[in-house]
């Protein structure tokens, strides 16, 4: 008598509902932060302002100005803070995604994709607008903004969010069961990439037994790729997009793989917890 009336969806259906819950997710993660959008911005723009004016004054004190790369001084510097926040944003976002023992959870056309999801793209969303406020306003109050090649500069900036969601994939699968662990290497991984992600100087100036010590990391493939899309004069040699691209591609896999697997488990593990 009382049976719950099954309605046949079609595929667009599905698809709809789901790309409109993902949308309210984002707004959600959005506000996290703050209830007001123009406020989470804010801060993020301050953010972002506040690395490029330090890593300018740090790099002027030192005398390190010759060894960038020919051309506009500030630009190779956003060139590099914008990527590593991007990737950086993106793994944060996703980590601190709503697992599946979330309260979120409980409600049935939510799951753990369109939290993942949602988190990702609201970082992307969030790093986008603060990216065309800056050089916007770089470009109208400074001088003109001159990019030898837009698209590929933006295709790194994605390539660069993509490697921060498939690390930080990985991590939220792993997350219930080592939560101080997860913890801790998410914020040495973040505070090691402001050396590591290679936006202090250039693959190209790197002696050899120095670039050994970076080019495992996808981040440092990936700025040295879009300062060369960025300068018409620098040609990158010892990076490779296609080399971030596979590590994001795997990183994903084995994510997806480790959130299935957390999925299934997590209401035995958690009981047998308490």
């Not at 949308?23 to 209830?35: A, G, L």
């Not at 956003?78 to 409980?106: C, D, N, R, W």
């Not at 973040?190 to 670039?211: D, E």
Request: hydrophobic fraction near 55%.
């Amino acid at each position: 008598m009382f049976q719950p009336i099954r309605r046949n969806r079609s595929k667009l259906t599905v698809i709809l509902v789901m790309m409109e819950l993902v949308y309210h997710s984002i707004v959600r993660s959005v506000r996290k932060s703050h209830n007001n959008a123009f406020i989470a911005l804010g801060v993020n723009l301050l953010q972002a302002i506040i690395f490029v004016a330090a890593f300018y004054v740090m790099f002027s004190i030192l005398g390190l100005r010759g060894a960038a790369i020919r051309g506009d001084f500030l630009i190779y510097i956003m060139s590099g803070i914008f990527l590593y926040m991007t990737h950086t944003k993106a793994l944060g976002a996703v980590v601190g995604s709503e697992g599946p023992a979330s309260p979120m959870m409980q409600h049935a056309p939510m799951n753990t994709i369109i939290s993942i999801s949602s988190a990702a793209l609201g970082s992307l969303y969030i790093q986008l607008l603060t990216l065309g406020l800056i050089l916007f306003c770089y470009h109208v109050a400074y001088k003109p903004l001159e990019i030898d090649d837009p698209a590929g500069a933006m295709g790194m900036l994605i390539l660069a969010w993509f490697t921060g969601l498939a690390l930080g994939l990985v991590l939220l699968a792993i997350k219930p069961w080592f939560p101080t662990f997860v913890s801790i290497f998410t914020t040495i991984y973040q505070r090691a990439n402001m050396i590591a992600s290679g936006k202090m100087f250039v693959a190209n100036t790197l002696p050899g037994f120095m670039l050994a010590m970076f080019d495992w990391n996808p981040l440092f493939h990936t700025i040295d790729q879009a300062r060369g899309y960025t300068f018409i004069n620098y040609n990158p040699r010892y990076s490779d997009p296609m080399y971030a691209l596979w590590v994001g591609v795997i990183l994903v896999m084995i994510g997806l793989m480790g959130e299935f697997y957390t999925r299934r488990h997590a209401s035995v593990s958690w009981g047998a917890r308490r």
